[in-house]
């Protein structure tokens, strides 16, 4: 392997060059209309569908469903200006493809932007990944004590550190992160998509059954109550900026419409994709937000199925935890798949004649298919999921990263670009009312990003400090 010549093969490991099976030098498209559903799922209903309860309770009973609903909108719309930024008029082609979300802002807004894109959306794809991390800890950490709990009592002192959980799923992505790109990835988005429908199901079930246990709904128009009206605005933001963590997609958008094939449309499937999964985790969203509230009121867990709110069926707790890990395990790869992609591509062009970032190993697995990878991809990505956990065992606060991520790339990548991108594409000019609308929304979604943005970055400094 160390040398990578064809005389030197071995029965399990065959070198070759870089080569594309697709028309235009691209992997063959083949994704439909639900496999683009599985994936919008797989990003979508991650580890912020379980801090909505939380959120819920912080905003109350009016503000926070309404809040949900309203996030769910600016998405659609969102995604629906990207869907249209996939293909791009030539004069000479008829058309252009916008493989990634910076292609596309390259196309339309020009290179001193991309710079500007590239920075939010890998530093949000990176950050996605280090809440994956330390969401599928608490996860696993949540097993064990819900499996201490049912032996012990619930008042006794089961607890836990996380710091294994979190190295022992870093080992279980350096093996995934070695899936060669999105193409690959449509099993795994489909058996994540299975696993958050599950848990949400589940925790939807058990706020259910406890509000009814309960006899009665718990909970407030205004909220939880706090000392000071300045907390009750810190909270208040941190839950806005959880919201918008939940609908975080729009940045991987355009690489999942690169997977579909045609016809019909890109555009016209992602789409479709788009509103069927909207509609679907907004609906989960808002069964697990509001019977979370309903059940616990001001005592509201920040994650709903590890902050042991539930106890009991010990086994349905543990059945929902290992689900939530099992999507977190495709969840992280959809994340990590387009710096995975953007790195290895920019490499290649800087060094087109270093074996080390070029060269392909064909590697034979016992009863397995034929694997390809090389040593930049071996390398490069092995250190990347180094990384995120190491970050992930520093900072473990669930609900602040939550928030300040989200609130750091909503406003920019869900807002901004899009919105720029088509008044280009559409070739809106200034004043008209098209354009006044769609300003009027960007200002509008830019305050509420900022304000969730200083209050998550609030409570992560003041949460580490404490």
């Not at 058996?191 to 589940?202: Q, T």
């Not at 697990?288 to 709110?309: D, E, K, S, V």
């Amino acid at each position: 392997m160390g040398e990578g010549r064809e005389d030197q093969q071995t029965p399990f490991l065959t070198h070759s060059s870089t080569a594309s099976n697709g028309y235009d030098g691209h992997r063959k498209r083949t994704g439909t209309l639900w496999t683009a559903v599985a994936h919008i799922i797989t990003a979508v209903i991650g580890s912020g569908v379980l801090s909505l309860a939380w959120s819920v309770a912080q905003l109350g009973w009016i503000a926070g469903p309404l809040a949900m609903v309203t996030f769910a909108g600016i998405t659609l719309v969102s995604s629906h200006l990207l869907c249209d930024c996939y293909r791009s008029p030539d004069p000479e082609t008829g058309h252009v493809r916008n493989y990634t979300y910076m292609n596309a802002v390259r196309f339309y807004v020009g290179e001193r932007s991309v710079w500007v894109t590239g920075f939010f959306q890998h530093l949000g794809l990176y950050g996605t990944g280090i809440a994956y991390t330390f969401t599928s800890a608490n996860s696993l950490r949540a097993i064990q004590k819900s499996n201490c709990y049912h032996k012990r009592g619930h008042q006794a002192s089961c607890s836990y550190g996380d710091g294994f959980y979190m190295l022992l799923f870093g080992g279980v992505q350096i093996v995934f992160s070695q899936i060669p790109d999105f193409h690959n990835m449509e099993w795994l988005s489909i058996v994540a998509a299975i696993m958050s429908f599950s848990y949400s199901s589940i925790g939807f079930a058990l706020g259910l059954a406890k509000v009814i246990g309960n006899g009665m709904i718990k909970g407030t128009i205004a909220g939880v109550p706090e000392s000071t009206s300045t907390e009750k605005l810190w909270k208040v933001s941190q839950a806005l900026g959880d919201i918008a963590f939940a609908y975080p997609y729009s940045i991987i958008l355009i690489e999942i419409q690169n997977t579909l094939k045609s016809p019909p449309p890109e555009n016209k499937t992602m789409k479709k994709a788009s509103m069927i999964a909207i509609f679907i985790t907004t609906f989960f969203y808002l069964c697990c937000g509001c019977f979370g509230y309903a059940a616990f009121g001001n005592n509201t867990p920040g994650n709903l199925l590890t902050g042991f709110g539930f106890y009991e069926p010990y086994w349905l707790i543990d059945f929902a935890n290992a689900c939530i890990v099992l999507h977190l395990v495709g969840g992280y790869q959809m994340f990590s798949q387009p710096v995975f992609a953007f790195v290895e591509k920019w490499l290649a062009q800087k060094y087109p004649n270093s074996g080390f970032v070029n060269d392909l190993y064909k590697v034979q697995i016992p009863y397995l298919q034929p694997y390809q990878t090389n040593l930049l991809r071996i390398c490069f990505r092995t250190a990347y999921v180094v990384s995120t956990t190491s970050v992930a065992m520093l900072f473990p606060y669930f609900n602040q990263l939550l928030g300040f991520l989200g609130a750091f790339n909503f406003w920019p990548l869900a807002i901004y670009f899009p919105v720029k991108m088509y008044f280009v594409q559409r070739k809106i000019g200034p004043w008209t009312r098209k354009w006044v609308v769609l300003q009027t929304y960007s200002l509008v979604c830019l305050l509420v990003g900022a304000v969730a943005l200083v209050g998550s970055l609030e409570g992560l400094i003041s949460k580490k400090l404490s």
